[in-house]
């Protein structure tokens, strides 16, 4: 695939004509924090961010969705997707990999969600290399970081007074045609490799996932679960926020006077009580014990690829780090791997 | 079918709650094609004794007569509705429940005197201390889609669903920024039941927990935290505690000092 | 290539209610004339989605199939919003119906094997049809042999089939239930299931085990057979867990790598060894 | 013939809150002519000591549940006093804006809901929908435009969040104004015909004179802020307020009572406030009141109601121009971003019913020593004894009935708010 190498000035023009094209949606600042929003200019963008609050999936996986209207002397109506090609411009490449992986759940199984085909059809992204990794990132250990490998349309990498460009397909290739820029040269991609080698100096938390699956199955009445049991408060901030969680409640709702009504889903979240609660009071994780073993364990154990394919060794965390900066009890799983390892 | 007949009770309380049952406006109109309003002192003259099918009761239990009505009341009625927090968990009149009586006594001149006439037992219960609650619907006020939702789960006999997860859950959905994570706030959404749409955080404010605590409210663990990354003394987190639902199991430990 | 909403049901109706318990019923529900469904193929074992416009959905196993009529049955306990709204409703009534879902029973695995049955309260809806499967091919199978427990004489499910149950060639039938009300004619066991382990004349070797019931009730079950000499990988049990989409989607049914839905309901014993939140 | 008679009305409905009314007349002559509240008291004053400053009006919210933004502003404009803070000029348009709400979806309440089924013989206002059906729409609708504007200003309609010590923790967004000005302005019209609905209703034909008192200021009308002005020469600051009025108990009701120190009971709410400040309504709100033939000072109580409806057209027009007005220069403020002292702060806000009084002093650390709030139904309620006594020789001639109802609609045209007025601390 091609690319072009595009001068930080020029930038601002690429992001305008793309705006034709596609509603964009990019990191904007929001207090202290980012959010991914829709935006009308390369200005009203930070790329500078480190991660934003929700994860992109919030584009792909409403935090709350209609699966269908319903009348209650019969008919259903399933809700119309009107909306035009969008671009998530400047995802990172955990989020990126956290697509991926999202797509193993709702395109590659037996029953394929067709609102998330849809979405995940027009939607163009725009990924970037993080030069930058917070203190809170461990992509690199993953294998999801700084810099994706593949599923962007196009990757951005800053070169300092420029960014080299490459398209990863063909709609990438179409979207560079809009850019105005200069050919790459070997020394643009030499440039990209010490970027990242510089990004990969700066991490700070790193796991170790040799063995990892069987790591989290051996140590499943550790003591380690108990402590963090007594300090989780349940709040759910880590599963909402995590890019890869894909867990959601299914209800119904009657409008009033219940003629009618739909039935719909949101996010849920593995580490509150109700998740796991089934008819007369039963539940299968009362501890909040076993529900932060569950979210670590899924994570960096037995989740991920292994769950939807034959083969293992991809964990469902993409190491962005969100569920440890926003833990208000200061959960780390990365230091929960070393505890579970005896470091 | 009889339509079902509904009582909307006031016992010690602002009547909030019932206000936010009238601001139902939209759906009032519907509401009365559904039910039948049997009782509802606010807001007619036209009120019939039970049997109830279904009654709200707004406020707590705080003279020896509400006791009466109350007790009557759950007799005639099939499904008995706490509505807010005062009838849930006492609300911020609660705090009185750990002031000494002779300091409330000093709210009147003359207490006694009319305290023989006018019976108060200078302490709030919540209707549960006394009687069967069959639904409980939290908030100061509960919100009006929760009394909407327990209304409508009256009439199909379904149990409703309302928000038991912290008002954290519906927080980040909103994508704010967190005020205890990021600005060191000290904020109660962790331990607090939703269902308020993450009023105070979209708001820019701390949760103050007026929805009490939610199904598995760890409490030690968050004072600890409020205590360490905001700096709240020990006495201010008997304040955090001793707000709204003081005297619920979940934040008792930690509206008395921790013990 | 338009992707079909995996959440839309095709509208039934229930034909007949039959009260089993105090709080079982089974409910008889067909398949509309024409559906695709009609023809589905049908492992028992598996489930369906049942649910009721505006108040909810939930999982629930067949107890009976009639591949030609797109008839069947599901026997349910009243708990909750949905089953409660359904017991209410009764015959005539119309429900939402999708899957079947899941792994069944290894109806396959079995042939040529002795199949024993041990079953708890309602845990025996899903395996009413591995009976009947059983009996209807007779000669695929080895002996038959039912362990069945339930809290009392009157929670037993399916009371009026135990004499045709008992008069399939080759199978025996051992009713055990924790305690006899007063006035209640009883000639059975009276203990746990696996009390009827002692009775019990189905041998290690060669044979294929499958139970179902409360998770508590199959640990020991599990426990006591390991210990007989049964192995793990003979041992299948029915889970049960939150479902919400009952297509590997919502997450709620995860044990570990295992989506119950997807991978079970059905497990071999020696794929859930060592998960957790697991009571056996 | 000695004549004995007595009226009874246990539990008073279509009001905020518990109360019952006892009239006995002997021989002509009026023996007792009570308003006793059992709505429990909630001691609000003695468990606000010890909380922190910052919090007294989130608590003071709860004292009422209808008039809960006046007791908000009351409280932080009380608790900014003692703290010596002076709130920017946006503040306090802000907080003007959701008073003006809350008189909006009160009044509103208190004659579509409370008053008028009383005038076509009807248990409530939904009963009125299949006759009037515009009239209950509209009606719902003003009370929603009130609720809705609290809501989206004060972060909720009922117990708003966003007001704190010293400004806004949400500052609303230009759109927000916009919208609120298209809200207010599509019920102009309706507010206006109020006035004259109210205006052709059959009032009772009452007066007794009494001293009306409600807050003034020289180049507005005054709800948030202003001095306490009386038809008798009152002229006092919030701070001076203890000097001069006085409250008593009885023995049969929760409720304390006041009274003008030397003098007598006295009035205060919407027929106060537009008698008083008649100049300061808007245009069309004086234009209104003139039409239909209101010329202060009116000294009929149940002329209360045609006040509120006046003052519906004004809350309207007077928060029109406190949008057009703002211009949103200054960002929000965390819950408790101020210094604190030691203080001893007063306010004076009106409520719809009312004046409303708040008094808090804190030591250093800004804890509450001592509250001390008087509501307006406090306020009102021995001069609504006053009115019974005055009204009791009519009432003997008329039947149990219609006795009954004239004492309800006396009560309901004073617009009570039960609950709030019980939870008094005597301050020595
Ligand atoms: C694979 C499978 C097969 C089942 N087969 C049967 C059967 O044949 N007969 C029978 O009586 N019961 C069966 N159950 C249990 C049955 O699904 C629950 O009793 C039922 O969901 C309760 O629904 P409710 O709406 O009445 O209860 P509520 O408590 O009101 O439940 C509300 C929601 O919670 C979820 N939920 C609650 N309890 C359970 C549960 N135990 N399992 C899964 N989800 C739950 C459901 O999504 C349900 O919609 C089965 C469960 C599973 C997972
Ligand atoms: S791990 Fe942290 S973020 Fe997750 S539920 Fe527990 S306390 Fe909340
Ligand atoms: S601001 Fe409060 S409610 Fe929101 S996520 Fe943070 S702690 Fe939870
Ligand atoms: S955020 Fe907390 S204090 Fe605010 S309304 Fe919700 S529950 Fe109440």
Known sequence: MGGKVIAKDSLGEF??????????????????????????????????????????RKFFIPTSERIFSFKMDGGV??????????????????????????????????????????????????????????????????????????????????????????????????????????????????????????????????????????????????????????????????????????????????????????????????????????????????????????????????????????????????????????????????????????? | MAKPKLAVVKMTGCAGCQMEVLRIEDKLLDLVGAVDVAYFYMATSANRHGPYDVALVEGSVSTPRELRELKELRERTKLLIALGDCACSGCLPSIVNWVPPQESAKVYERFLEIHSKKESFQRVYPLSAHVRVDLELRGCPPHRDAILEALKGALLGIKPFLREHPVCVECKLKENVCLLVCEGRPCMGPVTAAGCGAACPSNGRVCEGCYGPMSDANASSLAEILAKRCGLSREDLIGKFRKYAGLTPAFSKEASGGI | MRLENPYLAEECAVKRVKRQTPDVYTYTISYPRGSNRLRMPFR?????????????????????????????????????????????????????????????????????????????????????????????????????????????????????EFESWKGIPDADLLLTVDSVPKGIEW???????????????????????????????????????????????????????????GIAQCGHCQIGPKFVCRDGPVFPYSELRGLPDLLV | MSQIREIRVDYVARVEGQAEILVKVMGGKVEEAKLAVFEPPRFFETFMVGRRCGEAHEIASRICGICHVPHQVAALEAVEDGLGIEVDGQTR????????????????????????????????????????????????????????????????????????????????????????????????????????????????????????????????????????????????????????????????????????????????????????????????????????????????????????????????????????????????????????????????????????YHNYAFDSNGLIQKADVVTPTAHNSRNIERDLEALAPELCGMSPEEATLKCEMLLRAYDPCISCSVHLVEVK
């Not at chain 4, 809200?183 to 102009?188: D, G, H, V």
């Not at chain 4, 205006?199 to 001095?227: K, M, T, W």
């Not at chain 4, 009152?234 to 023995?251: C, F, K, N, Q, V």
């Not at chain 4, 928060?319 to 306010?347: H, K, M, Y």
Request: hydrophobic share 40%; proline share 5%; net charge neutral.
């Open chain 1, 15 to 56: 992001v305008s004509k793309l705006s034709e094209r596609y509603r964009i949606f990019g990191p904007r600042k929001k207090g202290t924090e980012w959010i991914f929003d829709e935006v009308r200019s390369a200005e009203e963008m930070d790329l500078r961010y480190s991660t934003t609050i929700l994860p992109p």
């Open chain 3, 44 to 160: 028992p074992g598996q489930f369906i989605m049942v649910s009721i416009p505006g108040i909810g959905e939930a999982p629930f196993s067949f107890s009976a199939w009639d591949d030609g009529k797109g008839i069947f049955d599901t026997t349910i306990r009243t708990v909750g919003n949905v089953t409660s709204a359904l017991m209410k409703r009764g015959e005539g009534q119309r429900v939402w119906v999708r899957g079947p879902y899941g792994r069944g029973w290894p109806m396959e695995e079995a042939k040529g094997k002795d199949v024993l049955i041990v079953a708890g309260g309602i845990g025996m809806a899903p395996l009413r049809p591995v009976i009947e499967l059983v009996a209807k091919n007779r000669r695929s199978y080895g002996g038959l042999e039912i362990l069945y427990g339930a809290r009392t004489p009157n929670d037993l499910l399916f009371a009026d």
């Open chain 4, 93 to 356: 348009a802000l907080r003007k804006l959701l008073n003006y709400a809350n008189h909006i979806s009160s009044h509103a309440l208190s004659i579509y809901f409370l008053s008028v089924p009383d005038y076509f013989g009807k248990p409530d206002v939904l009963s009125m929908a299949g006759e009037r059906p515009d009239l209950v729409r509209n009606a719902i609708r003003l009370k929603k435009v009130g609720d809705d504007i609290t809501e989206r200003f004060g972060g909720r309609a009922i117990h708003p969040i966003t007001m704190v010590v010293n400004g806004f923790t949400r500052i609303p967004t230009k759109a927000d104004l916009e919208w609120a000005k298209r809200e207010l302005l599509a019920m102009k019209g309706f507010a206006m015909e109020g006035v004259d609905f109210v205006a052709d209703l059959d009032v009772p034909d009452f007066e007794r004179r009494c001293e009306h008192i409600a807050l003034s200021q020289a180049d507005q009308y005054a709800i948030n802020e202003g001095r306490l002005v009386s038809t008798e020469g009152l002229d006092i600051s919030p701070r001076e307020y203890r000097a001069h009025i006085e409250e008593t108990h009885t023995d049969y009701s929760w409720t304390k009572r006041s009274i003008v120190r030397g003098r007598d009971s006295f009035l205060v709410g919407p027929l106060a406030r537009v008698n008083l400040n008649f100049d300061k309504l808007s245009d069309d709100a004086r234009e209104a009141a003139k039409r239909v033939g209101f010329k202060p000072p009116i000294f009929n109580p149940f002329m209360a109601m045609l006040a509120r409806a006046i003052e519906l057209v004004n809350a309207i027009d007077d928060s029109v121009s406190i949008i057009e007005n703002l211009r949103l220069e200054n960002g929000p403020v965390t819950e408790e971003s101020f210094e604190v002292r030691a203080g001893d702060g007063f306010a004076i806000v009106e409520a719809p019913r009312g004046i409303l």
């Open chain 3, 187 to 245: 000639d059975h066991g009276v203990g746990v299931v696996t009390t009827l382990f002692d009775r019990m004349r189905t041998e290690p070797n060669d044979s294929i085990v499958m139970t179902c019931g409360p998770e508590i009730m199959m640990k020991f079950v599990v426990k006591g057979l390991l210990a007989m000499g049964f192995q793990p990988k003979d041992l299948y049990l029915s889970l049960e867990r939150r479902m919400k989409c």
């Open chain 1, 77 to 343: 109506e399933e809700p119309e997707e009107r909306d035009g090609p969008s671009l998530i411009f400047g995802i990172h490449s955990c989020d990126l990999n956290a697509l991926l992986l999202l797509d193993m759940v709702f395109l590659e199984g037996e029953f394929p969600s067709p609102s998330y085909a849809r979405r995940r059809e027009r939607t163009a992204l725009v990924a970037l290399t993080c030069i930058d990794p917070s203190e809170n990132c461990f992509c690199e250990s993953m294998g999801t970081g700084p810099s994706p490998a593949g599923g962007y349309d196009v990757l951005l990498t800053d070169l300092g007074r420029e960014y080299l460009a490459e398209s990863g397909s063909r709609r990438g290739e179409e979207m560079l045609a809009l850019a105005k820029g200069r050919a790459v040269t070997a020394a643009d991609l030499e440039g990209k490799a010490k970027a990242i080698e510089c990004a990969k100096s700066k991490f700070k938390k790193k796991v170790d996932l040799k063995g990892i699956d069987e790591l989290f199955l051996r140590n499943l009445d550790n003591p380690v679960w108990k402590r963090l049991g007594e300090k989780d408060l349940a709040c759910g901030i880590c599963v909402n926020s995590c890019p890869t969680c894909f867990c959601f409640d299914v209800r119904d709702q009657l409008d009033f006077p219940m003629v009618g009504g739909v039935r719909y889903k949101e996010w849920d979240a593995c580490v509150l009580l109700e998740f796991s609660q089934v008819a007369l009071g039963g539940n299968f994780r009362r501890d909040r014990a076993a529900r932060i073993r569950q979210f670590i364990g899924h994570n960096l154990g037995w989740g991920g690829a292994s769950q939807f394919r034959e083969f293992k060794g991809r964990a469902k965390c993409v190491g962005c780090g969100r569920c440890i900066r926003y833990c208000p009890a200061g959960i780390d799983l990365t230091e929960v791997v070393k505890e579970l390892r005896g470091i």
